[in-house]
């Protein structure tokens, strides 16, 4: 079984799974509350079908892109792949700068410190490393880029996003985005879910299927 079909029937499963006790914002408007409001949306890249053509808008500007690598993503593997990223990057002309998060948090950390330098920032972990680039994305500055890496990788599977770095890498060359809801919690951004009451020890669950 190959990357996608792994992470496809993994999602599938936590979807299963977690349907009856979490808050699942497909658009966040559908799942508004007292304590759940929205946020301004969040400029992504990853629009349309993972096998739509993407072809660069004409006139647009260079984009400076930080990479946040999390090298302890995809259980330790993902510090592999750092010369697969530049390669990809560099072959496609992308103005970019990489770097390693070293540890819970940094990646918030990061973007709030660089982000100003820049104008793309990818993401390149899971939903957890995604969590905590949000939490300090300037929402009118930044474009979202991903390279997913992670277990469930739930936010690239819901956006059609491609698991090959290649592939990433012309997505974000193409410089397409759109608007994507994200929602307010405790003080704090989230993406794809919010998990209530027994959600969490499904989501351990389906972790160490």
């Given amino acids: 079984m190959n990357d996608d079909a792994k992470m496809r029937c993994r999602n599938h499963l936590f979807r299963s799974l977690c349907l009856c006790v979490s808050v699942v914002l497909p658009s966040f408007s559908l799942a508004a509350g007292p304590q759940l409001t ?49 390669a990809a990057f560099r072959s496609r002309g992308l103005d970019f700068e990489i770097v390693r998060t070293a540890r819970a948090g940094h990646a918030r950390e990061l973007v709030a410190e660089m982000g100003r330098d820049f104008e793309g920032i990818v993401a390149v972990g899971g939903d957890g490393t995604l969590h905590e680039v949000l939490q300090s994305l300037d929402l009118e500055r930044h ?67």
């Fill in 38 to 86: 929205p946020a301004a949306g969040l400029r992504s890249l990853s629009t349309g079908l993972a096998h739509e053509p993407f072809v660069p808008q004409p006139g647009a500007p260079p984009m400076r892109h930080l990479v946040l690598i999390n090298p302890a993503s995809s259980r330790g593997d993902t510090a592999k792949v750092e010369s697969d990223i530049r």
């Fill in 143 to 209: 474009v979202l880029g991903l390279i997913p890496r992670g277990s469930g990788n739930d936010f690239a599977w819901m956006n059609e996003w491609p698991t090959r770095i290649e592939a990433c890498a012309d997505r974000i060359l193409a410089g397409r985005e759109r608007r994507i809801d994200l929602g307010l919690w405790d003080g704090g951004r989230f993406h794809s879910s919010v998990g209530l009451g027994f959600g969490l020890l499904f989501e351990v669950i389906v972790y160490k299927i």
